[in-house]
T-cell receptor, first 110, second 113 residues
């Protein structure tokens, strides 16, 4: 069965520091991968999606970037975090029956 | 932007009652309509889903009703329990977009004991 791993679970970073969140998928090949952000009490905002290695589509202009160096690895990065980057970040892979989400990373920028 | 509109934003139901959450979509090309359940601090999990070739799908206490002509679909939770308290998201996708989902804004459900 397919599983998705996302880490770390929580992260507190100062403004201006870099960010790297990693997501890996097991049990499937060439998955569609997604990064979402969820602000407190709000819906899911799609940030990036990837249909293959090196293929990244950005949904919202922002302070973040994504990369897919391997088939089942998806990385969310920032060179300099802003306070507004705080939120709950979710990685997901897409199958025929919709998205399967990771457990999320709670990022607090201070 | 293709949208899925979800209501209500929050819902309080007594234990044993029926919880109803509604969604409306605009894009007639959508052909897959899942519902997700999210507990605090966790990622959303697929709860139940429907395709437009049927008007209703039931899994245990959870039922999706689908009205293709009105472009609306709803989630009904029968005999609501305190353990059902969570945020619920409707979503929609079209086959040509692969697994890319358009989500509603979510409904925070509270079931009082």
């Amino acid at each position: 069965s397919q599983t998705i791993h996302q880490w770390p679970a929580t992260l507190v970073q100062p403004v201006g520091s870099p960010l790297s969140l990693e997501c890996t998928v097991e049990g499937t090949s060439n998955p569609n991968l997604y990064w979402y952000r969820q602000a407190a009490g709000r819906g899911l905002q799609l940030l990036f999606y990837s249909v293959g290695i090196g293929q990244i589509s950005s949904e919202v202009p922002q302070n973040l970037s994504a990369s897919r160096p391997q088939d089942r690895q998806f990385i969310l990065s920032s060179k300099k975090l802003l306070l507004s980057d705080s939120g709950f970040y979710l990685c997901a892979w897409g199958g025929v029956e919709g998205n399967t989400f990771g457990s999320g990373t709670r990022l607090t920028v201070v | 932007q293709q949208q899925v509109k979800q209501s209500p934003q929050s819902l309080i139901v007594q234990k044993g009652g029926i919880s109803i959450i509604n969604c409306a979509y605009e894009n007639t090309a959508f052909d897959y309509f899942p519902w997700y359940q999210q507990f605090p601090g966790k990622g959303p999990a697929l709860l139940i889903a429907i395709r437009p070739d049927v008007s209703e799908k039931k899994e245990g206490r959870f039922t999706i009703s689908f009205n293709k002509s009105a472009k609306q679909f709803s989630l009904h939770i029968m005999d609501s329990q305190p353990g059902d308290s969570a945020t619920y998201f409707c979503a929609a996708s079209k086959e040509t977009s692969g697994s890319r989902l358009t989500f509603g804004e979510g409904t925070q459900l509270t079931v009082n004991p």
